[in-house]
């Protein structure tokens, strides 16, 4: 006979224990009324054994909603016991009910992470139907059940509240792409929570036993959940969704937040009792979630403004300044009372690295100089792609006297060999500077700059090709200049040359 894994004989015994209790669900309009209350009292006891090792196995950013669901679970049970002896005053349960309430809402912010706009406009129209259900099937029944002004708005905020959880958890299920198990359990629990409140508002013998049979179900629902594996999932945040607020979600919305005011506009016009009251609490509880709604709008749009203009003014591979980007900050800097360098950088047999390694090779060689680039100038300092293999640096407030090592240290590091193959295809980046300084810069235009430089960096070129036909190595020395207008570093005349 083949042995049963713990797994399985604990999915059998839960599958038992389950089948045992909508048995007695369905075995509970048949009860005596002493019965009923021994067998709800059961429930909501047996309720606290699945809560209990939900909270145990529970990961650690699900604790505090399961101990949120325990305590809840056990003012129930504890309630249900003093009820035998004592009159039920409904406030034990509504402090039960809002605990339960504050658990799921807990899941929701965990799970819906990603996609709170759809979560506040599902619970937007689930507390706005939830409205309409108050005004046309509990409101005229008030009276006739006996509840007092204050039982009513207990009621009134449960039944709200519930919709409007209800409303985000069917949003869950609806964009779980996992099918997670346990979410629709919490979704079914919930469910008839709600279904409870409602029947028993609606008041009457048959509808108050068939309410207390759908918190029973939710027990189940609930106790059901605490064993699932899948439990562990709802701490993840789903996928990220569309923020955007589209013509059909504003017109549906903008129906789901009308819909209560329709409603007692027609009662009035008809001559029927309208009760303000739910009215405020609709009110109360809908500002809210829209002013969060249209928060999430404008932040969304900023950051949809800032990555368009990122876009903009970046280059896509690299992220540095893209060309127009870089001339409006060499602009803004001509313009200023300080001086500047300018630095033009051209890489030496990039074609080579193209042509033998493809130009998936050749993207990472122009993103490495782009990350040494950025690293070796300073935070004030710019740096942009100005096509192909060309890239500029502009040192801010860096004059004659402080350029020389500023260039240095671009050039140091760029020095280093960008190996691409295992047989060694290096690639080197020759440079040329020009400073500007203000005192002497009379209407200098960007484009003498940029040319001077680029002049500056094709005479290095040339140096290091002569130097590579003669074997001999190249160093470039920068020297501080004082000229009007724009004027190129260049080597000192004795020196050893080498690439840069």
């Not at 075995?27 to 606290?48: D, H, K, M, N, T």
């Not at 509240?161 to 099918?179: P, S, Y």
């Not at 074997?471 to 920068?478: A, C, E, Q």
Request: proline share 4%.
């Amino acid at each position: 006979m083949p042995e049963i894994s713990g797994k399985s004989y604990r999915r059998r015994l839960i599958t038992a224990a389950v089948v045992v209790a909508l048995i007695a669900v369905a075995a509970f309009p048949l009860a005596s009324q002493s019965e009923r209350s021994g067998i709800y009292l059961v429930f909501s006891w047996l309720a606290v054994v699945p809560t209990l090792y939900g909270l145990r196995h529970s990961p650690a950013n699900l604790r505090t909603q399961w101990w949120l669901i325990f305590a809840a679970i056990m003012l129930s049970a504890v309630n249900n016991t003093l009820h035998l002896w004592l009159p039920n005053r409904g406030v034990v349960d509504v402090v039960a009910s809002m605990l339960l309430l504050t658990a799921a809402a807990g899941l929701v912010i965990k799970r819906g992470g990603n996609d709170y706009s759809g979560l506040i406009d599902a619970s937007l129209a689930a507390i706005s139907l939830g409205g309409l259900l108050w005004v046309v099937v509990l409101q005229p029944r008030m009276d006739a059940n006996g509840l007092t002004s204050n039982e009513a708005i207990a009621l009134g905020v449960i039944v709200l509240v519930l919709c409007g959880t209800w409303g985000a958890l069917i949003r869950l299920v609806e964009t779980d792409q996992e099918r997670t198990r346990a979410l629709r359990l919490f979704l079914a629990a919930l469910t008839f929570n709600l279904a409870g409140f409602v029947l028993t508002g609606w008041g009457g013998a048959p509808a108050r036993v068939v309410g207390v049979m759908s918190f029973m179900i939710a027990y189940i629902a609930l106790s059901v959940v605490g064993f699932d594996p899948s439990m562990r999932r709802l701490a993840r945040p789903g996928p990220p969704r569309d923020e955007r607020l589209s013509s059909l979600r504003l017109v549906l919305l903008g129906l789901a937040l009308s819909i209560p005011a329709i409603v007692n506009g027609f009662l009035l016009l008809t001559g029927a009792q309208v009760d303000a009251t739910v009215s405020v609490l609709v009110g109360v509880v809908m500002v809210p979630l829209v002013m969060l709604r249209i928060g999430l709008l404008a932040k969304s749009r900023d950051r949809l403004a800032e990555a368009l203009a990122v876009e903009a003014d970046h280059d896509p591979l690299t992220g540095l300044l893209n060309r127009r980007a870089f001339t409006e900050a060499l602009d803004r800097e001509l313009a200023s009372p300080r001086d500047c360098t300018l630095i033009f950088c051209d890489l030496d047999d990039f074609k080579e690295v193209n042509d033998r390694y493809g130009h998936a090779a050749g993207d990472r060689v122009l993103v490495e100089i782009a990350g040494r680039l950025r690293r070796s100038v300073r935070a004030g300092d710019h740096v942009g792609r100005f096509g192909g293999d060309e890239f500029l640096a502009l040192l801010s407030d860096c004059g004659a006297d402080r350029a020389g090592a500023l260039v240095e240290r671009v050039r140091s590091a760029l020095a280093r060999p960008f190996e691409e193959s295992p047989d060694g295809v290096a690639v080197g980046a020759s440079l040329g500077a020009v400073v500007s300084e203000a005192a002497t810069r009379d209407g200098t235009e960007i484009d003498d700059l940029i040319r001077v430089a680029d002049e500056a960096m094709y005479a290095q070129k040339q140096i290091v090709a002569i130097d590579g036909a003669t074997g001999r190595g190249s160093t470039v020395p920068p020297r501080s200049l004082s000229h009007r207008g724009p004027k190129a570093l260049r080597p000192e005349p004795d020196g050893d040359r080498r690439n840069t």
